[in-house]
């Protein structure tokens, strides 16, 4: 069955630091993918889209990788800060379709 | 700009009552979706439209009807609530079905159903 799994357990990090976050996919194949932050009670809010043949894409302190042999993405905020904290959410549009299709997202905590 | 804008922001519907959720973008934006967010499943599409009169099924959409009369508004129709569909709702729009940039999503209505 199709899944995209991000990391369950939330992230907790010291602020300064740089966060990771992690999508896996199985049984897609992505035209491309996309992360959205969510704050509570909030809709998501679109951060960065990636492209099946882009390997990297960076958005001020903001960085998506794209590994289609691994079939992950990762999520990188470097120099976290408290405002940082939300959910992040990995989406992708398989290339047999167009329904953006959601992981179930990964908590991030930056404490001062 | 007001962007998406979903109403009402909160809801309870009694068990067989039917409601319509609506939706509106002011992006002229052709493709229009409609998720629901539950605790633990993440954002499942309901139904999805591409553009005016043109309107498809997503992963669960058992209860729900819509409709895409104008490029404009989206709405979503619950025909007998059952309690399965307490949830978040989320209206997201984007100019095309496979954007160069992202959704944008509206804040959301919870629903109440007892």
């Known amino acids: 069955s199709q899944k995209i799994e991000q990391n369950s357990e939330a992230l907790n990090i010291q602020e300064g630091k740089t966060a990771t976050l992690t999508c896996n996919y199985t049984?897609?194949?992505?035209?491309?993918l996309q992360w959205y932050r969510q704050d509570p009670g909030r809709g998501p809010v679109f951060l960065l889209l990636?492209?099946?043949?882009?390997k990297e894409k960076r958005k001020e302190r903001l960085k998506v990788t794209f590994d289609t042999t691994l079939k992950q993405s990762l999520f990188h905020i470097t120099a976290s800060q408290p405002a940082d904290s939300a959910t992040y959410l990995c989406?992708?549009?398989?290339?047999?379709?167009?329904?953006?299709?959601f992981g179930k997202g990964t908590s991030l905590l930056v404490t001062p | 700009n007001a962007g998406v804008t979903q109403t009402p922001k909160f809801q309870v519907l009694k068990t067989g009552q039917s409601m319509t959720l609506q939706c509106a973008q002011d992006m002229n934006h052709e493709y229009m979706s409609w998720y629901r967010q539950d605790p633990g499943m993440g954002l499942r599409l309901i139904h999805y439209?591409?553009?005016?009169?043109?309107?498809d099924q997503g992963e669960v959409p058992n209860g729900y009807n819509v409709s895409r009369s104008t490029t404009e508004d989206f709405p979503l129709r619950l025909l007998s609530a059952a309690p399965s569909q307490t949830s978040v709702y989320f209206c997201?729009?984007?100019?095309?079905?496979?954007?160069?940039?992202?959704?944008?999503f509206g804040s959301g209505t919870r629903l109440t159903v007892v």
């Open positions: 989406a992708l549009v398989p290339n047999s379709g167009y329904a953006l299709n």
């Open positions: 439209s591409v553009g005016a009169g043109i309107t």
């Open positions: 049984n897609y194949s992505p035209a491309y």
């Open positions: 997201a729009s984007s100019y095309s079905e496979r954007p160069n940039y992202g959704y944008t």
């Open positions: 990636i492209r099946e043949n882009e």
